[in-house]
């Protein structure tokens, strides 16, 4: 997302366009002061479909309409029976709240009934959530039903279609015709710009069908990529455009006829154009993830990744930074270490990245120096997330095995540190180039690993005993030291360490079905409702950072679990100088991690509340581990992101202070958070 004012009227109105509903007046009540509502969201949190099902037949709708968005969140088979009638509820909110649910529990047994309610819903609103639900649930064989329902040219029926045809193709339920009604989506007049990004977000995610897309999809593509409003239809479209630069695009007739005698647009020119001109730093993100390095392409994509690194956006600059240590042809090492020099590079992780370029496009002989260069940096590291990109780097060549094998065992190390360096020495054993001399020591390394108990390196030397290539014939000792190193971790404080360790288990004794996790309940930490009750609609939180202030606005009807759970660590002072450890530009910034690298928790888990939101740009998400194993960790998204639409549940919205979350790299801090008072 490339610094676009939020102060300009294009984008205000753009993010208006993007609101679902109206922000709720300050200091109202939220809707768990109701005792019977609170019953059915404990009954949610308890997983307990046997007391939530009497409320689908209650006579009050609002009691009707909670147990089925309950439903959403506890994912229960055994509801669809009892949500079905509900999609005739007389109450058009209840209908909605059904639908939605049907489709976060992804029954297929409900196709059939979506379908019809399709073409009998009169509410354009409710016909938007079936039809999503339709896509949501649809198999292979069913997926014409998703365009078996006359659109007639109706705008809010042709949005409707777009919505259940982009989760389907999020599920990957997409065919030649299915890419067919997408295009038309997209070139319709008046359909809402929500619809349209899902719809060239559908496009995005499709796998396998290219030439289909380029024949039915191109000129579309091209047009969009050229002239659309929204930066995330751009950004999805530059996506889409790098599958099809092999060769120019087809314009179907019946979408975007072009002259015969007119040149025809080529992908690769587009992405360039993108890459380096669009306004939007986001757009130009994706266009330079998806510029062609092929023979014939490469010179101009390389001119576009050298403009990109000039530029002032450190996010820019990673990702073509990033472009180059997977792309890069013919490049001196010595040329792309000039690059990361301090004077023409600010941030540390841009500088390692072209580092890290360097010593994997090096010839045999500049590698000694690059590698005593980074060592170097190193050593002089201000803090250890820079120290960590550096050793990253280092694991590009294993003469430097010994070296960073040394800091990821240091007594006292960072767990950023330790858990980078780790990862580090399994790239250096998974490269060609490592001597057949250091892999015992590789094979003690993994063992150390285990035996020390950091829940990073234990996911890195699990890692590397499920890796066939590098343990062909797993030990009994290898099984011994995973479930010795298994039954050490604290649950369900560390359940994503026990989660890798197991996997590894399955794989390695060839189990035909994987372990359960074992998740936490309710009973282990309950939603405090009298600390709910005490947030009202339009709570906001002040999250100071090192980049500046940004705003929240928590959620409490939609997510009262992880809203109890926020407030009650803000009071804590739990997340007051802990850092952002995570960021991928034009997705998310994520922070919370007591370790600061994304292996920290709290010592309880929550359970998944999927209420009805979409992830928009400035959403606050909770990252997990699964389905109820959520805890402090938390994240900001950059745009839109659909995919994650019912998967991680929505607690919070960024209202102010976006531009700084668009600043934040991994290593900033987060000074402290506190409540603001509701006025």
Not at 371 to 388: Q, S, W
Not at 561 to 588: C, E, K, M, W
Not at 601 to 606: F, M, Q
Request: aromatic letters at 6%; glycine letters at 6%; charged letters at 20%.
């Amino acid at each position: 997302m490339p610094y676009r004012s939020f102060r300009c009227w294009p984008l205000l109105l753009l993010l208006a366009a993007c609101a679902r509903t109206p922000r709720p007046s300050a200091g109202l009540a939220n809707k768990y002061h109701d005792a019977t509502i609170r019953q059915i969201g404990t009954a949610q949190d308890e997983r307990n479909t046997a007391a939530l099902l009497p409320f689908l037949s209650n006579a009050n709708p609002t009691y009707r309409r909670e147990a089925a968005l309950a439903f959403a969140s506890v994912q229960a088979p055994a509801a669809v029976p009892g949500l079905l009638p509900l999609l005739r509820d007389a109450d058009p909110s209840v209908r909605r709240a059904a639908a939605y649910a049907l489709g976060q529990i992804g029954d297929s047994t409900a196709v059939e009934p979506l379908r019809v309610r399709v073409q009998e819903e009169d509410d354009p609103v409710v016909r938007r959530y079936v039809h999503e639900a339709l896509g949501r649930t649809v198999t292979r064989r069913s997926l014409p039903e998703l365009w078996r329902v006359e659109t007639r040219n109706d705008t809010a029926r042709i949005t409707a279609q777009a919505y259940g045809l982009s989760r389907a193709a999020l599920r990957g339920m997409v065919s030649p015709e299915s890419i067919r009604r997408t295009v038309a989506v997209l070139n319709a007049p008046k359909v809402p710009m929500r619809a349209r990004v899902l719809a060239a977000v559908g496009l995005s995610r499709t796998r396998g069908l290219d030439a289909d897309l380029n024949r039915l999809a191109g000129a579309t593509l091209v047009r969009l990529a050229q002239k659309d409003r929204a930066y995330a239809v751009r950004a999805a479209v530059a996506t889409t455009l790098g599958k099809l630069t092999a060769k120019p695009t087809q314009a179907p007739a019946e979408t975007a006829p072009v002259s015969s005698a007119a040149p025809v647009s080529r992908p690769a020119a587009i992405l360039t154009r993108l890459a380096t001109k669009d306004a939007d730093y986001r757009v130009r993100l994706s266009a330079i993830r998806a510029l062609p390095f092929d023979q014939e392409n490469y010179p101009a994509s390389r001119k576009a990744v050298f403009t990109a690194l000039n530029r002032d956006q450190p996010a820019v600059a990673l990702t073509a930074a990033e472009w180059l240590l997977a792309h890069a042809k013919g490049e001196s090492g010595a040329a792309l270490a000039a690059l990361a020099d301090g004077n023409k590079q600010s941030s540390p992780r841009v500088r390692a990245a072209l580092l890290q370029a360097a010593v994997r496009h090096a010839s045999p002989a500049a590698k000694p120096s690059l590698v005593e260069t980074i060592e170097k940096r190193f050593r002089a590291a201000p803090n250890v997330y820079e120290g960590a990109f550096l050793l990253q780097a280092l694991g590009e060549d294993p003469a430097a095995f010994d070296f960073v094998r040394t800091e990821a065992f240091a007594p006292g190390q960072s767990p950023v540190v330790a858990g980078y360096a780790t990862s580090a020495l399994l790239a250096m054993r998974r490269s060609a180039d490592f001597p057949a001399a250091k892999q015992a020591d590789f094979g003690a390394a993994m063992r150390q690993a285990l035996a020390g108990g950091d829940v990073a390196q234990l996911g890195t030397a699990a890692e590397a005993l499920a890796d066939a290539k590098l343990y062909p014939e797993p030990q009994a000792a290898d099984l011994a030291a995973l479930r010795t190193a298994q039954a050490k971790l604290q649950l369900p404080r560390e359940l994503e360490a026990w989660q890798g360790l197991q996997q590894t288990l399955d794989k390695l004794e060839k189990k035909a079905t994987p372990t359960p996790s074992p998740i936490a309940t309710a009973a282990q930490h309950p939603i405090d409702w009298a600390v709910v009750q005490d947030v009202p609609l339009g709570q906001q939180v002040r999250l100071r950072t090192n980049k500046g202030i940004i705003l929240l606005e928590l959620k409490p009807n939609e997510a009262p679990g992880a809203v109890a759970s926020f407030v009650t660590l803000i009071g804590q002072h739990f997340y007051d100088n802990l850092y952002f450890h995570r960021v991928v530009p034009n997705f998310v910034a994520q922070g919370g991690d007591p370790r600061g690298d994304g292996n920290g928790s709290a010592p309880y888990n929550l359970r998944s509340e999927f209420g009805d939101l979409h992830y928009q740009e400035g959403s606050v998400g909770l990252a997990s581990a699964g389905k109820d194993t959520e805890s402090c960790q938390f994240f900001i998204t950059h745009t839109p992101t659909p995919h994650l639409d019912g998967r991680y549940p929505i607690f919070a919205q960024v209202v102010g202070g976006m531009d700084v979350v668009h600043k934040l790299d991994i290593g900033d801090q987060i000074l402290g958070v506190e409540l603001v008072t509701v006025k």
